[in-house]
């Protein structure tokens, strides 16, 4: 089945400190890909889509210049949170779609962030 | 606006209590309902996709059906190592991207 690789899986750094998440298909071309961000005990909110080759598409109310998207590759897209402030710290879930499968969207196993 | 909303926000079974949980949803255009499982620190485990009103899809003791207003995931006979968060999603219109329910968190104890 469609498998997505979602790296590091946790991550401690320091306030003003940049950290880049990876998220990789494994066995599928992924030309979208989906980056969310999860609260303790709370629904998965959508950050922004990833295109291949193209600039990511951000929801409202997420900061571009703090939530920096490449997506250079049909298998990787990577998440880069600039300037970490504690308020980053968070868990950050990536996603892709494999039309050509019944899994629908398949998700990384996530990333928890802490800013110290 | 397109929303998901599901119910209950926590759900206590004893073991082999079946029961069901809720997804109902407001969306201009549904193109695909989801359901996943998630557990603590992990990501979601996609489990169904729904596409239309009156499909059925069952794993395990797991059934998901579809209305076109709700979803509901029923669950028969549940085990502990059914406890976890069960999410549901839509995917709407002419979009890609998925719009989640805050879920449903089960504990099923022996």
């Known amino acids: 089945g469609a498998v997505v690789s979602q790296h590091p899986s946790w991550v401690i750094c320091k306030s003003g400190t940049s950290v880049k998440i990876e998220c990789r298909s494994l066995d599928f071309q992924a030309t979208t890909m989906f980056w969310y961000r999860q609260f303790p005990k709370k629904s998965l909110m959508l950050m922004a889509t990833s295109n291949e080759g193209s600039k990511a598409t951000y929801e409202q109310g997420v900061e571009k210049d703090k939530f920096l998207i490449n997506h250079a590759s049909l298998t990787l897209s990577t998440l880069t949170v600039t300037s970490a402030h504690p308020e980053d710290s968070s868990f950050y879930i990536c996603?892709?779609?494999?039309?050509?499968?019944?899994?629908?969207?398949?998700f990384g196993s996530g990333t928890r962030l802490t800013v110290v | 606006e397109d929303q998901v909303t599901q119910s209950p926000e926590a759900l206590r079974l004893q073991e082999g209590e079946s029961s069901s949980l809720n997804c109902s949803y407001t969306v201009s255009g549904l193109r695909g309902l989801f359901w996943y499982r998630q557990d603590p620190g992990k990501g979601p485990e996609f489990l169904f996709t729904?596409?239309?009103a009156g499909e059925e899809k069952e794993k395990e003791r797991l059934k998901a059906t579809l209305t076109k207003k709700e979803s509901f995931l029923h669950i028969t006979a549940p085990k502990p190592e059914d406890s976890a968060t069960y999410l549901c999603a839509v995917q709407t219109g002419g979009y890609n991207k998925l719009i989640f329910g805050a879920g449903t968190r089960l504990a099923v104890h022996p």
């Open positions: 729904l596409y239309s």
């Open positions: 996603s892709a779609r494999d039309i050509g499968s019944n899994y629908g969207y398949t």
